[in-house]
Protein backbone atom coordinates (compact mmCIF):
# COMPACT_ATOMS: atom_id res chain seq x y z
CA UNK A 1 0.00 0.00 0.00
CA UNK A 2 3.35 2.60 0.19
CA UNK A 3 5.20 2.36 -2.23
CA UNK A 4 8.52 4.57 -1.93
CA UNK A 5 10.94 5.30 -4.62
CA UNK A 6 13.11 8.12 -5.72
CA UNK A 7 16.93 6.50 -4.03
CA UNK A 8 19.76 5.88 -5.70
CA UNK A 9 23.84 6.48 -5.79
CA UNK A 10 24.68 10.15 -5.49
CA UNK A 11 28.31 11.86 -4.47
CA UNK A 12 28.82 13.47 -1.17
CA UNK A 13 26.81 17.12 -1.33
CA UNK A 14 24.26 15.62 -3.85
CA UNK A 15 20.66 15.77 -3.13
CA UNK A 16 17.72 12.96 -3.56
CA UNK A 17 14.11 13.25 -3.42
CA UNK A 18 12.61 10.38 -2.60
CA UNK A 19 8.67 9.64 -2.32
CA UNK A 20 6.21 7.88 -1.06
CA UNK A 21 2.71 6.92 -2.69
CA UNK A 22 -0.07 5.41 -1.22
CA UNK A 23 -2.63 2.49 -3.15
CA UNK A 24 -5.25 1.07 -2.22
CA UNK A 25 -6.27 3.44 0.73
CA UNK A 26 -5.72 7.51 1.47
CA UNK A 27 -3.32 7.95 4.58
CA UNK A 28 -4.78 11.70 3.95
CA UNK A 29 -5.58 11.59 7.82
CA UNK A 30 -2.92 9.75 8.74
CA UNK A 31 0.72 10.97 10.38
CA UNK A 32 3.50 9.96 7.41
CA UNK A 33 7.36 9.29 8.70
CA UNK A 34 10.24 8.18 7.01
CA UNK A 35 13.39 5.87 8.84
CA UNK A 36 16.10 4.57 7.29
CA UNK A 37 18.38 1.08 8.21
CA UNK A 38 22.31 1.41 7.43
CA UNK A 39 23.73 -2.21 6.87
CA UNK A 40 24.48 -3.31 10.75
CA UNK A 41 22.28 -1.07 11.90
CA UNK A 42 18.77 -0.74 14.01
CA UNK A 43 16.35 0.80 11.54
CA UNK A 44 16.40 4.82 12.79
CA UNK A 45 13.99 7.89 12.73
CA UNK A 46 14.42 10.21 9.70
CA UNK A 47 11.86 12.64 9.82
CA UNK A 48 8.01 12.72 10.26
CA UNK A 49 4.96 14.77 9.78
CA UNK A 50 1.73 15.08 11.29
CA UNK A 51 -1.70 14.43 8.46
CA UNK A 52 -2.09 18.27 8.12
CA UNK A 53 1.50 18.99 7.99
CA UNK A 54 1.49 21.63 10.92
CA UNK A 55 3.57 19.39 12.58
CA UNK A 56 6.84 18.23 11.23
CA UNK A 57 10.41 16.73 12.98
CA UNK A 58 13.25 15.86 12.13
CA UNK A 59 16.65 13.31 13.13
CA UNK A 60 19.08 15.48 14.57
CA UNK A 61 21.32 14.19 12.11
CA UNK A 62 19.24 15.45 8.91
CA UNK A 63 17.98 18.76 10.17
CA UNK A 64 18.87 21.54 8.05
CA UNK A 65 19.73 19.08 5.08
CA UNK A 66 16.33 16.96 4.38
CA UNK A 67 12.76 18.61 4.25
CA UNK A 68 9.64 15.85 4.60
CA UNK A 69 6.66 17.29 3.06
CA UNK A 70 3.36 15.62 1.69
CA UNK A 71 0.58 16.08 -0.82
CA UNK A 72 -2.72 14.91 0.25
CA UNK A 73 -4.30 15.49 -3.09
CA UNK A 74 -2.05 12.95 -4.41
CA UNK A 75 -1.68 10.85 -1.54
CA UNK A 76 2.05 10.84 -1.51
CA UNK A 77 4.72 11.87 1.19
CA UNK A 78 8.19 13.40 0.28
CA UNK A 79 11.60 13.82 1.54
CA UNK A 80 13.83 15.96 -0.10
CA UNK A 81 17.49 15.33 0.81
CA UNK A 82 20.46 18.29 0.23
CA UNK A 83 23.49 18.12 1.04
CA UNK A 84 24.05 13.99 1.49
CA UNK A 85 26.68 12.60 3.35
CA UNK A 86 28.46 8.88 2.86
CA UNK A 87 26.90 8.62 6.55
CA UNK A 88 23.38 8.99 5.06
CA UNK A 89 23.91 5.30 2.80
CA UNK A 90 20.50 3.28 4.30
CA UNK A 91 17.75 1.44 3.20
CA UNK A 92 14.52 4.75 3.30
CA UNK A 93 11.22 3.45 4.39
CA UNK A 94 8.19 5.13 4.79
CA UNK A 95 5.70 4.50 7.25
CA UNK A 96 2.20 5.25 8.46
CA UNK A 97 0.03 5.37 11.17
CA UNK A 98 -3.53 3.70 11.05
CA UNK A 99 -5.29 6.59 13.54
CA UNK A 100 -6.91 9.23 11.53
CA UNK A 101 -6.07 12.77 12.55
CA UNK A 102 -5.02 11.76 16.46
CA UNK A 103 -2.65 13.98 18.55
CA UNK A 104 0.36 12.18 19.48
CA UNK A 105 3.98 13.13 21.42
CA UNK A 106 7.15 13.88 19.77
CA UNK A 107 8.60 10.66 21.02
CA UNK A 108 5.77 8.62 19.49
CA UNK A 109 6.29 10.16 16.04
CA UNK A 110 9.81 9.48 16.05
CA UNK A 111 9.07 5.56 17.14
CA UNK A 112 8.45 2.83 14.33
CA UNK A 113 6.28 1.40 16.88
CA UNK A 114 3.44 4.21 16.16
CA UNK A 115 3.66 3.03 12.39
CA UNK A 116 1.12 0.53 11.37
CA UNK A 117 1.93 0.39 7.75
CA UNK A 118 5.68 -0.12 5.46
CA UNK A 119 6.82 0.76 2.48
CA UNK A 120 9.12 -1.87 0.91
CA UNK A 121 11.95 0.63 1.29
CA UNK A 122 14.68 2.29 -1.31
CA UNK A 123 18.61 2.46 -1.49
CA UNK A 124 19.92 5.75 -1.33
CA UNK A 125 23.90 5.42 -1.77
CA UNK A 126 26.13 8.20 -0.87
CA UNK A 127 29.74 7.91 -2.01
CA UNK A 128 32.56 10.44 -1.26
Known amino acids: QLQASGGGQVQAGDSLRLACAAS????????MGWFRQAPGKEREFVAA????????YYADSVKGRFTISRDNAKNTVYLQMNSLKPEDTAVYYC???????????????????????WGQGTQVTVSS
Open 49 to 56: ISWSGGII
Open 95 to 117: AADRRPRTTYTESLYKSSGLYDY
Open 24 to 31: GRTFSSNV
